[in-house]
């Protein structure tokens, strides 16, 4: 009987590759544009035709010279690796020469291009198998212009499956924004059908180019944090791999140093409805690494509202013998080393980007804010002025001093810029939360709470959370430990039947830590303000209280004079 198992031809085997490669408008975009900044393009056009499935992608990288272009479109060609041990050290975002071959099997495929020392520019039209089919010399500014057309023409099926063109072009506009964060530097213009469509500006962080991305989403809402962190040292278990990966890239001397650029979004002033902006990049691009994502989240626990996300975006910059890019074919998912800690900086990272400074209590931080309350207070005067931009802030040290308190619920506090309001029950409570979970301490207690009439649950609950409860007759139950802080409270068997209500152990030391917190209504002295002040600006999330409320309200000097026009005063007379 014949074999049934046979080779498949060279066309197949490129076809099946080039369709694990390029499936949509967005991937050819994407495979495109990294070439162009692999090539250290720092302007980026990009024209698309969807009617026509025409894309052309325009940089001023460094092109390529007439021997380079002929060889470009060939299968697995690439200057950027040479051999197996280069894939261990892969700093540029392609290097498996697969992109442009396969859309020569998928498209028409066009290069214009030309070296900034180049005297004349070529233009190549190639075959299907990547071969150049027609080499002529043109005119062109140096760097290059890739055009593929009628892309799928050979697949019809293929196009059919395609979502509509509506949703490619969402699909195009998001991989060029996930992209264009990750490059800050770079210029963005992209046209769809002769018309401009979208541009990105460039800007010195990544922070401020993304409000042009974000739009809802204002630079005084962010924070961001660059760390410069040794690399990680090989554990023990992963200490026979190191050494091999050692041995396989003695001729790379791995970057002393990594580093972690962190842009958070401030708890009280900027989330999400749902984790569509917690991103994270390797070495220049966008990537999926489930472990990472899950510790930003668990970073942000209890800063935020219920059912809300942060936005975060975070890039590391490591050294490539920390990174396998051979994990999906798209390059979207990668298997990273040491992944512990990572890990252990990153929630390092945020922590520190949380805490309140004197950099990120800016008046713009409020602005929105303030400003609804200055055109609130100037509907109900006889005239109404617009606010002039705010002036560059100081780098006034933060130093808060309680002056006041009023409707025995919130701290008038003076700022060297201006006034603060602090609500005094939620900013006590994100003091003790934070005690609490350091110091999470069950005390015996005599004579014991008695609680009545409780259900099964609710004893499992108790026993969960670590509570010594036990039966005390019929339907009577003895709580003989509790949180350290309830001990005081003259309601503490409320605040036990309370917990007994479910939850895990932090939702339980959330619930301590409002029953035990000051509450509103409560008159406090100079110097009872002045310590809450004092200990709640030293916590580690001061922006918000565990349930992701605001804690504080700024009001800057500077929209106060706006507001009283004290500028009108200046070198005029008084009496006009």
Known sequence: MASTIQALPTEVVYLITAGEVIDSFASVVRELVENSLDAGATRIIVSLWPQQWRIRVADNGCGMDEDDLQQAATAHSTSKISSSDDLWKINSLGFRGEALHSLTTLAELEILSRPPGG???????????????????TAIAPGTVVTVSNLFGNCELRRQGLPTAAQQMRGVQLAIQQIALCHPHVTWQVWQNDRQWFTISPAATTGQLLPQILTQVRQGDLQEVKLELPNPIPNSRNLREATLTATLTASLLPTPHSQINL?????????????????????????????????I????????????????????????????????????????????????????????????????????????????????????????????????????????????????????????????????????????????????????????????????????????????????????????????????RDDCADAILELSWGGDLQVAQVAVACRSAIRNGTPMNLEEMQTLLDQWQRTRNPHTCPHGRPIYLSLEETSLARFFRRNWVIGKSHGI
């Open 263 to 295: 842009v958070v979004g401030l708890p009280d002033r900027c989330h999400r409805r749902r984790p569509d902006w917690v991103r994270v990049a390797i070495n220049g691009r966008m990537v999926k690494v489930p472990e990472l994502e899950q510790t």
């Open 119 to 137: 005297n004349v520019g070529w233009r190549v039209v190639y075959g299907d198998n990547g071969q150049a089919v027609k080499v002529e010399a």
């Open 297 to 488: 989240l668990a970073a942000f626990h209890r800063t935020l509202p219920r059912d809300r996300y942060p936005v975060c975006l975070l890039h590391l910059a490591i050294s490539p013998d920390q990174i396998n890019w051979n994990r999906n074919p798209a390059k979207s998912e990668i298997y990273l080393n040491e992944i512990g800690y990572w890990q252990e900086q990153i929630t390092k990272a945020i922590d520190q980007a949380l805490r309140i400074s004197s950099a990120n209590l800016k008046e713009s931080v409020h602005t929105t804010r303030v400003s609804k309350l200055l055109k609130a207070a100037e509907a109900k005067g006889s005239y109404n002025v617009n606010p002039e931009n705010s002036p560059e802030e100081n780098n006034t040290q933060l130093s808060l001093k309680a002056i006041a308190q009023l409707s025995k619920t919130y701290i008038v506090a003076e700022h060297p810029s201006g006034m603060w309001l602090v609500e005094q029950h939620i900013a006590h409570e994100r003091v003790l939360y934070e005690q609490i979970c350091d110091n999470w301490q069950l005390v015996t207690i005599e004579p014991p709470i008695i609680l009545y009439q409780l259900s099964s649950a609710q004893v499992s609950q108790l026993q969960t959370i670590g509570l010594d409860i036990e039966p005390f007759g019929e339907q009577l139950w003895a709580i003989r430990t509790i949180p350290a802080p309830l001990q005081q």
